[in-house]
């Protein structure tokens, strides 16, 4: 029980100080800490983070700091992004959905070490919008990957709302989560027919205390988040996600490696008994592994 609520407040404080991250930490902790099945751990972790941002935009949207025009622009691509990529991820062993997550976390880090520091200098200044087309495309490519290992995304939306929707980084934040909030549940509900396919279901009390613990942090971490630099914020986040992007690609990368090694097409002889006349029947087949 001590890890649930650790977990669920550090993913919660995540969300609440940068807009990103709950996600990145929310499928490590249920697979890892609490032994879920991969697929079951994303489908929970969408629900988990889409209810933790819903929640925690609303005090941002009632101090106006959720801009809607990005939220649509960015959101409903998003959204229709999410749907491709949990139908991709029907195809995709759970070994390898979270070595691409951990290379996600890693390209997190990266982005976070190689932000500009212009919305660090000043954080309330908008800065120049950059074409509607750029906007939408983001969000789709969001969304697919949202939708294919589970990560909400924001720490490629609240760059790319800041650089390329030209929003000032604590409207960004606050539209951030709006959007996470749509492409999150949007996937959970995708996942349901991934999570049908392999007789699987959500653990919905899980759900429901990392939601409730997750809500409580966010709201500290956006009062928190008052007290420390974006920068300072970021980098040690960036260290935080180079640490378990290793942790994840050593964990996954050798068994997904074996699995591409396996011999295709190897010929196996299935015994199914003797008939009256003692000929053996044997069926052949060919097992693709």
Known sequence: MAIVVVGALLIGLSLGMLGSGGSILTVPVLTYLL??????????????VGGIALTTAVPYARSHQVDWRSVVFFGVPGMAGTSVGAWLAKFLSGGLQLTLFGVVMLLAAVMMFRRPAADDRDSTQPHLRHPLWQIVAEGL??????????????????????????????????????????????????????????????????????VAIGVLGSLSGRLLAGRFTP???????????????????????????????????????????????????????????
């Open 35 to 48: 032994g879920h099945d991969t697929k079951v751990a994303i489908a929970e972790s969408l629900a988990v």
């Open 141 to 210: 490519a969001v969304g697919v990957m949202t939708g294919l290992v589970g990560v909400g995304g924001g720490f490629l939306i609240v760059p790319a709302l800041v650089l390329l929707g030209g929003l000032s980084m604590r409207v960004a934040v606050g539209t951030s989560l709006a959007v996470i909030a749509l492409n999150s549940l949007s996937g959970f509900v995708r996942y349901f027919d991934v999570l049908k396919s392999i007789n699987a279901a959500v653990d919905w009390n899980t759900i429901a205390i990392f």
């Open 231 to 289: 920068l300072v914020l970021r980098k040690a986040f960036a260290v935080f996600l180079v640490v378990m992007g290793l942790f994840v690609l050593a964990k996954e990368l050798p068994g997904v490696v074996r699995g591409m090694n396996r011999p295709v097409g190897k010929q196996t002889v299935v015994s199914l008994g003797e008939e009256p006349s003692g000929t053996q029947v044997a069926l052949y087949t060919n097992i693709t592994r």
